[in-house]
């Protein structure tokens, strides 16, 4: 008996900790917790801002974006980019494909040669270095482009890695297919100086103008953050970008911000006080079906101590199907709210309470059958 009241207790008292971290939502959504959630943080500069507006992205230019998807070119400038070489050997790359569904692949570079992809992009939006030689980063400046390509610089620019830096310093971002962007806050730095900047954010829906939803006017050396409580709602197929310059060319200007994803069907996540909408039914993990949970998972515990201790023999017959039924509600509720997620396997402490209440039905069943029998 002791045995089972521990392991109820731990079943009680443990398990519900495994969620502790929906106190804090941003953190259960970066721990990959949270089902139809996903975070994305972008960063991009411009080293040498002009005083025409130009996008905050390495090319210092304003981007133009592929009016088709299309297979591209990786390359780099350097020869030691290459598999093998001391510079950079893998590169993984992330856009959207022609319906804006999200795809990635990772390629090797060969140097100034250029590698076609094998999937199409409509929209590059980050690029990374993989692997690498000796030097541990690219030597060179690395070009994911279309067109003819010149000492590994492609005509068409649409992702670059500036040599060292092993990623790529963009602002664009585009909602892929089938998602809301949320943007929860962005930050501006301006680091040269005698020199005022101009920063714009700027979004772009599908078939449709740029238009600007915020203006930065700033100082060198400073910086700004803009909060949005709430966050800011941004349709799926809607592009993103920063754009600035400078009253004399040659600023330096840094831009980052935090954005959620939320597939259709659920609710955006934004209350720490565990106060959440449901979407379409979609139990999320912020909801009150934990709490439902915690009443089935109790009840069941009591059921399941008071099946070994109640004495009279009706009483001791129910609480097991009764008993049962509690725990595969709990079971139910459990799994609905972590499926897909690293904590779904825990769902099998639940099913032994539900096998020890069958045994015991089992041996009630066979006790009274044998006591019938010798009256």
């Known amino acids: 008996m002791k045995r089972i009241l521990v392991f109820l207790v731990l079943v009680c008292f443990l398990v519900p900790m495994v969620g502790a971290d929906y106190t804090d939502p941003d953190l259960a959504i970066s721990k990959n917790l949270v089902t139809g959630h996903w975070k994305i943080h972008k960063f991009g ?13 390495s090319g210092s230019n304003i981007y133009t974006y592929p009016p088709a998807a299309t297979i591209m070119n990786l390359t780099s400038t350097d020869a030691d980019d290459n598999m093998g070489g001391t510079g950079a050997w893998g590169v993984t790359v992330y856009g959207l494909d022609g319906n804006y569904d999200m795809i990635n692949e990772t390629m090797q570079l060969n140097g100034q040669n250029p590698i076609p992809t094998t999937l199409k992009y409509l929209r590059v939006y980050r690029m990374f270095i993989r692997q690498s030689g000796t030097t541990g980063f690219n030597e060179g400046i690395i070009y994911l482009g279309t067109g003819a390509s010149a000492a590994g610089v492609p005509t068409n620019k649409y992702a670059i890695i500036d040599q060292n830096y092993g990623q790529t310093m963009m602002t664009q971002f585009t909602i892929p297919n089938g998602y809301t962007g949320y943007l929860k806050r962005f930050t501006i730095s301006c680091y040269t100086t005698n020199k005022n900047f101009e920063s714009y954010l700027r979004i772009r829906w599908i078939g449709e103008s740029w238009r600007r939803i915020e203006e930065s006017n700033m100082i060198a050396g400073s910086s700004l953050t803009i909060p949005y409580e709430p966050p800011l709602p941004i349709q799926a197929k809607t ?4 754009i600035g310059k400078v009253d004399v060319a040659g600023g330096f200007t840094e831009v980052n911000y935090d ?27 912020l909801s009150n079906s934990m709490i439902l949970w915690l009443v089935f998972i109790t009840m069941g515990s009591v059921f399941t101590t008071g099946s070994r201790i109640i004495q009279e023999k009706t009483l001791r017959t129910l609480s097991n199907p009764i008993g049962i039924i509690m725990w595969v509600a709990a079971t139910y509720i459990y799994a609905i709210n972590f499926v897909d997620t690293a904590y779904f396997p825990v769902v099998v402490i639940h099913l032994l309470p539900i096998l020890l209440h069958l045994t015991w039905a089992v041996n009630d069943i066979n006790i009274s059958s044998k006591v019938n029998n010798y009256e």
């Open 45 to 57: 500069h411009n080293e040498g801002l002009s005083t025409d507006l130009e996008t905050i992205w």
């Open 239 to 242: 592009d993103i970008e920063f």
């Open 259 to 285: 954005l959620i994803l939320v597939k259709d069907g659920y609710s955006l996540i934004t209350n720490p006080t565990l106060d959440v909408n449901i979407a379409e039914s979609e139990v999320d993990y």
